[in-house]
């Protein structure tokens, strides 16, 4: 009796050795990805006082005015200032600090005319810093130690160089720019918005294969916005001040994102989504729905071109979805986008359905029944030999 208790209990040894060896062969056949990457941080603040994973610098709670504006670890601006004060707050949230000013302009002409300043800055690689100002003012750049600017191709587009290298570009809408003394002056329109966006182009988080024409799309104004989209939060960054993007929905295999713009002539916006909401594979298919109606896929260079059409480009990186969307006129529109199974939409994949997959027997309970089936046999040769 004893011999057969210590077969037993060795039969037992094996199961368990077989349902462990199960469990880890199971859970490595399943992709595991993990994000090599951030592309968005969150911001520390105190009295003025801000600091990032990428960016750090400080702020003046009543003017705006910034001091040592760092990017990864370089100072870009020594200072930012304006000839105009503006009585504002400053409101920070996650990864973004935003700052609204306002102040009285008297006019003998016209009266009193309403002024304004908007600031957003955003802790991600980029450093993306957008001043807006509606009214007549003098912003004043004060570069850091070492860095020189040069007139990018067009007066619009400064271009900011470190010991040769770049460090990022200044890009100027509706301003008069000049560049002198290790300083860019830029007078603002009197009646209108100017809009200056600083981006440290060497750490934009575009794929290699389209960063370059991603970022003349941002200069030329053909890409108006970017949204990034993750399971922490969002961080949305507006090249042009006109656009407005909103998420609404955020679930699994689902985002629903609300676009509208004060011009409506056509651009295109770029949505970048963490793949852990998404699931797209072999038997999942992507669908990108503009108020409701499907968009055909086409490739960047004529999505980033588009004229009368709505379409949209796809490409995977870093577990990453970056989906470029054209909209051909702008008022309010309803974006979707979501993964289906190839099996909902009437296909097949490799003769395999998701529910084909979610039906297989998990390889742990082979393992199992393949220890219950070693056990009986040991002891109905016991007990046979008896």
């Not at 208790?5 to 595991?32: Q, R």
């Not at 968005?40 to 960016?55: C, D, P, Q």
């Amino acid at each position: 009796m004893k011999k057969i208790w210590k077969i037993l209990s060795i039969s037992l040894f094996i199961l368990v050795l077989l349902s462990s060896v199960s469990a880890a062969s199971a859970k490595g056949g399943e992709k595991v990805t993990m994000p090599t990457f951030q592309f968005m941080g969150e911001l520390n603040y105190t009295a003025g006082n801000v600091s990032g994973r990428f960016i750090s610098f400080h702020i003046d709670e009543k003017s705006g005015e910034i001091e040592d504006y760092r990017v990864n670890n370089v100072t870009v601006f020594k200072s930012i200032e304006y000839e105009n004060d503006t009585i504002g707050k400053v409101n920070v949230h996650g990864a973004v600090l935003t700052y609204k000013g306002t102040r009285m302009e008297v006019n003998k002409k016209e009266g009193f005319n309403m002024e304004w300043r908007f600031i957003a800055v955003h802790d991600n690689p980029s450093g993306v810093l957008h001043i807006l100002t509606h009214g007549s003012d003098v912003i004043t750049y004060e570069l850091g130690e070492d860095i020189t600017c040069r007139v990018g191709n067009t007066s619009h587009y400064e271009m900011v160089y470190l010991n040769g290298s770049m460090v990022g570009k200044l890009m100027v809408a509706n301003g008069e720019v000049s560049v002198e003394n290790g300083s860019i002056e830029i007078k603002t329109a009197t009646n209108s918005t100017t809009s200056v966006i600083f981006i440290d182009t060497a750490h934009v988080v575009f794929p290699k294969h389209i960063k370059k024409e991603i970022m003349m799309g941002i200069e030329k104004g053909k890409v108006g916005a970017q949204l990034y989209i993750s399971q922490r939060g969002t961080d949305f960054v507006n090249y042009t001040h006109e656009i407005k993007m909103q998420v609404k929905l955020r679930e699994k295999n689902r985002v629903r994102v609300e676009i509208s713009s004060e011009d409506p002539q056509g651009k295109a916006v770029m949505i970048m989504l963490e793949k852990e909401l998404m699931e797209l594979n072999k038997n999942r298919t992507l669908k990108v729905l503009l108020d409701g109606n499907e968009i055909t896929k086409a490739d960047f260079n004529e999505v980033m071109n588009g004229t009368d059409s709505p379409m949209y480009a796809m490409v995977e990186e870093n577990n990453t979805m970056y989906i470029l969307v054209y909209i051909p006129h702008f008022s309010t529109h309803t974006l979707d986008i979501e993964t289906q199974s190839i099996a909902e939409n009437g296909n097949t994949a490799g003769g395999e359905t998701e529910g084909a997959s979610e039906k297989r027997v998990p390889p742990m309970i082979w393992g199992i029944i393949a220890g219950v089936v070693i056990i009986g046999v040991i002891v109905g040769a016991i007990i046979k030999s008896r």
